[in-house]
């Protein structure tokens, strides 16, 4: 088993723990009324992303998300919310410096001791869900579950739901394909994007991501046989069957949540890295963190 694996298989644990810590992220994350901005690099911007609309969503105030390598200009943010597994990337200290005197800067990091940690006026810690792996997977769902509960929803079925799916070999996927498609809607256009970034990473192989509708809009043009398009937490049957007549392999809502199917997502990005003869532990050209002199 490769350490990528086990990090995968460890998410129902993960997701146990951060509910402990509802009532901590609910006091930094769903403060109502703020203005918001979370930035991030990666699969952190995704997260970001996914966070932002969750966050307008349940009604706590206008809420942003950016490429901490790409400044916005300046929006009057009450809080500035810097996502950094290793509280390291150069692109995050940098953009956390930059703020203005007065905005609140939390940081969410696997690392207490990090760079980014100690420019925060308050850290949301998750060392339990740090990870060894270069590719992030159990990181990024932990905190987007512990979001989610902090804004109010019910997760709390979600890690026996994990456990449950994750002990399957579902959804089947052929293991002739070269292409591989996710699609999302609202939030889980998020989660699309990082599905799409893990099969890159950990399997160098050919990935997309659009906003479900979106798909249809060009990007439909290269489906063929060796295509899958996945739903993630979102379906409509008049675009399955457009997608289908390429000839493609199309899933919709695979599991019964889409952290869930998220988390099913990186399983087959792994298995995409060995039937290619990759190691995901070893994802070429990459680091931990991105760390510039």
């Known amino acids: 088993m490769t350490i990528t694996t086990a990090e ?18 609910t006091r930094l994350l769903a403060r109502p009324g703020e203005r918001v901005l979370a930035i991030g690099c990666g699969t952190s911007v995704f997260v970001a992303e996914s966070f932002a609309y969750l966050r307008e969503a349940a009604g706590l105030g206008e809420t942003d998300a950016a490429y901490a390598s790409e400044p916005r200009p300046a929006r009057n943010y009450t809080t500035v919310i810097g996502i950094t597994r290793s509280g390291t990337t150069t692109e995050v200290i940098e953009a956390l410096q930059a703020l203005p005197a007065g905005v609140h800067r939390v940081v969410v990091t696997g ?8 420019l925060a006026d308050e850290v949301l810690l998750l060392d339990f869900a740090d990870e060894q792996s270069v590719v992030q997977t159990r990181f990024p769902t932990t905190f987007l579950l512990l979001a989610r509960a902090a804004f109010g929803e019910d997760v709390s079925d979600l890690p026996a739901q994990a456990a449950q799916a994750l002990a399957t070999d579902a959804p089947f996927v052929p293991d002739d394909l070269d292409h591989f498609v996710y699609l999302g809607r609202g939030w889980t256009y998020g989660l699309a994007q990082e599905a799409a970034l893990k099969v890159r990473e950990a399997a160098q192989a050919w990935s997309e991501s659009y906003p479900l509708l979106d798909y249809r809009h060009g990007p439909l043009a290269v489906a063929h046989a060796g295509s899958l398009v996945w739903m993630i937490g979102a379906r409509d049957d008049d675009l399955a069957d457009d997608i289908a007549a390429t000839g493609a392999c199309v899933l919709a809502q695979a599991a019964q949540d889409p952290l869930i199917e998220l988390a099913l997502a990186q399983r087959l990005a792994v298995r995409i890295a060995g039937v290619r003869g990759l190691n995901p532990d070893r994802p070429r050209h990459l680091t931990r963190s991105i760390v510039l002199s």
């Open 8 to 25: 995968i298989e460890s998410q129902p644990a993960t997701w146990a723990a951060a509910l402990r810590l509802v009532p901590e992220a």
């Open 111 to 118: 690392v207490a001791d990090s760079p980014c940690a100690a």
